[in-house]
């Protein structure tokens, strides 16, 4: 996974890979903790320092990935009076092992919270919309044009091409559009998640196969 998200605009934001750049230090630190460990004994000071060594530098990448998506998720509010994105089942995703890592490591169950939070604290509407072939479907004509995973570019016998992300992320604003004010969504004083225990504290570990697109 290259981007973060993508909107209707065409814009993608990039995805900032925390943990991916972390890994190898988190590794290493492991590595130094798990040397020190003895079993059946009661362990050393030095056991003890290496692993708050080794959870600090977690702590450090979880709170990059909630201020990153905290920051971008004021901005996306605050550029706009309306936001759609797909209603993603991210515990279904991460069951993906080849995503897994990908998916936690990007922060989208977090961002979404935020984003139901400014948009509640701002007056903004967020709508959470069914993401069922909205890769498939295109934006332009309405036809469905089937495509894997791997294939990045819409391109429709109606002579529409655009970025795979981008066409989805038009759809996702048309649903948006037609729900608005329908229930079970998130908007204009709807109660978000964040509102009914979902703490916005979380490390933001959570993902699926396809980009959130807006």
């Known amino acids: 996974m290259k981007e973060f998200y993508a909107d209707s605009n065409g814009y993608t934001e990039p995805i900032p890979q925390f943990y991916r750049k972390a ?28 692993r708050v060594r080794y959870a600090r ?11 990153y998506c905290k920051g971008v998720a004021y901005c996306v509010i605050q550029s706009n009076d309306l936001v759609a994105y797909e209603d993603l089942n991210v515990k279904g995703m991460v069951k993906n092992r080849k995503l897994a890592k990908s ?15 400014f948009g ?24 469905v044009v089937k495509k894997s995973l791997s294939t990045r570019t819409h391109i429709c016998e109606c002579g529409y091409s655009e970025d795979r992300d981008v066409n989805a992320a038009i759809k996702i604003l048309a649903r948006g559009l037609n729900t608005l004010g329908h229930s079970g969504i998130y908007a204009w004083g709807e109660t978000p998640s964040w509102a009914v225990g979902v703490s916005l504290s979380s490390n933001g570990d959570s993902l699926n196969q396809e980009l959130p697109h807006f």
């Open 120 to 143: 509640h604290k701002y007056g903004k509407a967020t709508v959470a919309v069914p993401p069922h072939h909205t890769s498939q479907i295109c934006s332009n004509c309405g036809a």
């Open 103 to 117: 998916i936690n490591d990007a922060g989208w169950s977090t961002f979404r919270q935020w984003l139901e939070y």
């Open 23 to 50: 890994e190898k230090q988190l590794n290493r630190a492991n590595t130094k903790k798990s040397k020190k460990y003895r079993k059946g004994v009661k362990q050393s000071k030095n056991y003890h320092k290496a």
């Open 57 to 67: 530098k977690h702590l450090r990448v979880s709170r990059q990935r909630q201020e």
